[in-house]
């Protein structure tokens, strides 16, 4: 899981600690953690910033999101509105790319 592997407990020294938090539950079996989670990402994406949103949130979420049906939709429902957080319609592709890589791994077209 290359954009993944950077670990997010890397940032649990510094201010982005409680975004680290958020960040582990997306990987937590427990499904509602997930859900939870998912429903921060746009919080997590400010602190993280536009950059590191495209460069590692959304290479992270392609590598650990992609099993249940309920978190994919969850998913897409946040990342619908991310268009500003990955810096503008200039770089919304990057989020067709992350659902397209996703879909194609759920085998759903």
């Known amino acids: 899981a ?4 950077r670990t997010w407990r ?40 536009v950059e590191r949103t495209r460069s ?8 650990t999101i992609y099993d249940e ?3 994919l939709l969850a998913l897409a429902e946040q990342l619908g509105n991310f268009t500003g957080l990955v810096g503008g319609p200039d770089f919304a592709h990057c989020l067709l790319l992350f659902k397209g890589g996703t879909l194609r791994r759920t085998g759903q077209y």
């Open 2 to 5: 290359a954009g993944g592997e």
């Open 10 to 49: 890397a940032y649990r020294d510094d201010s982005l600690y409680p975004i680290a938090v958020l960040i582990d539950e997306l990987c937590n079996e427990d499904v509602q953690l997930r859900l939870n989670s998912i429903k921060k990402l746009s919080t997590i994406a400010l602190a993280l910033g």
């Open 56 to 63: 590692e949130l959304l290479p992270f979420l392609t590598d």
């Open 69 to 71: 049906d309920e978190v």
